[in-house]
């Protein structure tokens, strides 16, 4: 009978009626999903609302003109995707450093307060971790243009279509007045209220979490029991599982939720509490649990509130962020590595079980460290069976007393990784065994040598080092060779078709399919993978050599210093020719680099043995492409460093900055006594004070920008 109705209507309506209904519809609709799921109100039933959804999807199939991108019908839309879009971040995605306790904390506090101005005071504002995947929302005229993951904090996936058939993520912002009215209603500036004047800024940029409620993963769970699927190990597998689908309708289906929690654009905000009340003024889901502290004892409050009462709450949560409520303190204090300083992770106490240590036995990794490992019983700890985890070094077998047969409490530090927390000592039974490190490598019988807290296997070729080299040479974070797995790489090793990484990309046909497990479309299939993989970005090739403490960020931070000096950098023995003409003190410009990574770097550009293996890697065809560098005839800009604040009008933030690095220059997200120039946009930042301290940077307006990289 409803179906009927609505083919009438349809039929008897012209497109204007038609438009002034569908308006109409999605005004409504809209609104009924904010009170819900923003306010927690429920204004009508949900059938009521799922009946005028109805009615507006009749009426777009009859005039399909009429459909637009913020439609509620636009939820689930779409051909399934063949792969996702890479969405580079124009402001990098940080995560948080974590603290177990009071103690942690405190020292986090004491380390901040020695970079600020003596006496200063701040607030506290304090949210629950939501136990979800991180995501950025671009809106241009409020209308939803973007939806990324985090990825690797610089490089995110495209998943727009699957996070616009979350509920909770509006596709488009309130009405400009709605906006206005809630702003006055919070009490906030007019500066704030001003960026709604007459229009949406064209662009607003935010940042949340995606995450599945508690009764819905079990739902999932039991669905995919039924249908003999694996089970989804816990809530954050399953949202991360489920918004990296290709196809929309089974996002659709998982019924994924959404806070949003990060403010990036600057319309005024002075604290991040205010953050959170623009948030939810726009129409954004916000977390209800918030709370503003003035210390940390009413941070550890709330803490451990939410520790003793988290089962209460329908999502997961593993800990409280905390961060300085001023922004400019906040920003003030910059970032370490991957982390923002002003803030951090405060996180709840690791789940914990019981199991029994059946051996002790030695791993040696790529470095020659000798690393013992404790064999456990098989048992689960959040979700995660553990049947083994890292004993570190001697010293950390001596704090704990630990032997072979001991009873031990496990648990996962940051809900990640097992560790072994504490001994039982009241079960022992007097059969335990102490475990003593060998006076031998397990691997090649060399002698061992003790370096500080660790044992180390003299022997430079020693069989183990090269394996985990190649294991960490192929690893996803570096040449990333699909297919190639340990396994594989133990029968080419111990077949003796290879002695070390640059002999993968020797590999003639009808060698491989001779090993155990191969035939002649394996063999194929293997050869294609490595074949494939001939081209790399010097980043990653940097990271793939292993070189001691450097890790992913660093080769990062190394491969663009390498660039700076030397731009034509195409084959590995390039990179050998560059890196050895440097000495220690052409490395410590780079900001951020200890002496121990120095010294890593500096010795191993001067092993001649290096210096083969990137000749090999060379003879064999490896070939260095960085995009973006090739053209360059000259670098202008070379030695200047450049920041950004406001909105630019001709180019984004992020192709502003490419300019930059291909003319020579470096593009920086925060103020600093190193900075030459300022590019001051529309509605500019704090960075804007902060510069006028310096004489040193000039600030410069969009047009004198242009000019300087166009003339």
Excluded at 347 to 369: E, L, N, Y
Excluded at 598 to 609: G, L, P, R, T, V
Aim: glycine share 6%.
């Amino acid at each position: 009978m409803l179906l009927f109705i609505l083919l009438h209507v349809c039929n008897i309506m012209n497109v204007e009626e038609a438009k002034k209904r569908i308006t109409k519809l999605k005004k409504l609709i809209n609104k009924y999903r904010y009170y819900r799921q923003v306010l927690n109100k429920e204004l009508v039933p949900i059938e009521v609302e799922d009946s005028l959804k109805r009615e507006l999807f009749g009426l777009e199939q009859k005039f399909p003109e009429l459909i637009t991108p913020d439609s509620p019908s636009q939820r689930i839309g779409g051909e399934p995707l063949k792969e996702f879009k890479k969405i580079r971040h124009e402001i990098p995605m940080l995560s948080f450093n974590d603290a177990f306790s009071f103690e942690e904390l405190k020292k986090w506090e004491d380390r901040n307060k020695k970079l600020l101005p003596e006496n200063i005071n701040f607030d506290y504002f304090v949210e629950l971790k939501i136990d979800g995947l991180a995501i950025k929302l671009i809106y241009e005229n409020g209308l939803l243009k973007i939806g990324s993951t985090r990825g690797d904090g610089y490089l995110g996936e495209d998943v727009t279509q699957n996070i616009k058939t979350i509920e909770a993520i509006p596709l488009s912002l309130l009405p400009i007045e709605e906006i206005r009215e809630n702003l006055k209603n919070q009490g906030l500036s007019n500066k704030i209220i001003d960026n709604f004047k007459n229009d949406y800024p064209f662009k607003i940029e935010v940042r949340g979490e995606v995450f599945i409620n508690k009764e819905d993963f079990n739902k999932l769970n039991e669905e995919r029991k039924k249908n003999n699927q694996p089970l989804f190990a816990n809530p954050r597998n399953a949202a991360s599982g489920s918004l990296r689908q290709l196809d929309p309708k089974i996002t659709a289906e998982r019924k994924l939720d959404s806070f949003i929690y990060d403010l990036i654009t600057n319309l005024g905000q002075q604290t991040h509490e205010e953050e959170h009340l623009i948030l939810k003024c726009l129409g954004f889901k916000v977390n209800p649990y918030t709370k503003k502290c003035k210390n940390l004892e009413e941070v550890l409050e709330f803490k451990e509130y939410w520790e003793n009462n988290r089962n209460n709450l329908d999502f997961e949560i593993d800990g409280v962020v905390v961060q300085i409520n001023e922004n400019i303190i906040f920003e003030k204090l910059g970032i370490v590595g991957k982390a923002p300083r002003g803030a951090i992770a405060f996180k709840f106490s690791p789940k914990q079980a019981t199991t029994i240590v059946k051996d002790i036995i030695v791993q040696v990794g790529r470095t020659g460290i000798l690393t013992p490992v404790a064999i456990l019983e098989p048992v689960e700890v959040g979700g995660v069976t553990i049947s083994r985890t890292s004993l570190h070094n001697e010293d950390e077998i001596r704090r704990l007393d630990i032997r072979i047969g001991d009873t031990v409490i496990v648990g996962r530090a940051g809900d990640v990784i097992p560790q072994v927390i504490d001994v039982v000592r009241e079960l022992r039974t007097g059969n335990e065994k102490k475990f003593n490190f060998p006076k031998k490598c397990p691997i090649c019988n060399s002698g061992v040598v003790k370096e500080g807290a660790y044992y180390k296997c003299s022997n430079k070729n020693c069989y183990a080092l090269q394996k985990e080299k190649i294991y960490h040479f192929v690893s996803k974070s570096a040449f990333d060779i699909q297919g190639l797995g340990p396994k594989i790489i133990d029968k080419l090793l111990d077949n003796g078709l290879i002695q070390d990484a640059a002999d993968l990309f020797s590999l003639n046909s009808g060698l491989i399919r001779k090993l155990p497990g191969f035939d002649i479309v394996s063999e194929k299939n293997l050869l294609n993978s490595i074949e494939a993989k001939k081209q790399i970005n010097l980043s990653k090739f940097i990271y793939s050599l292993g070189i001691n403490h450097l890790g992913e960020e660093n080769s990062k931070i190394l491969s663009e210093f390498f660039k700076k000096i030397n731009n034509r950098i195409k084959t590995p023995m390039d990179l050998w020719d560059t890196a050895n003409k440097l000495s220690k003190l052409n490395y410590q410009s780079i900001f951020g680099f200890g002496p121990k990574i120095i010294e890593s770097i500096y010795q191993w550009f001067k092993d001649e043995k290096n210096k083969s293996f990137l000749q090999k890697l060379t003879d064999y065809g490896i070939t260095i492409i960085d995009l973006g560098l090739e053209n360059t005839k000259y670098l202008p800009l070379k030695g200047n460093i450049f920041c950004f604040t406001g909105q630019l009008e001709k180019y984004s933030r992020e192709e502003a900055k490419e300019i930059i690095e291909k003319l020579g220059g470096i593009a920086v997200n925060s103020i600093s006594n190193k900075v030459n120039y300022l590019v001051v946009g529309k509605d500019p930042g704090s960075k804007l004070e902060k510069a006028k301290k310096y004489s040193k940077i000039k600030i410069i307006n969009e047009d004198e920008f242009i000019k300087l990289i166009e003339s």
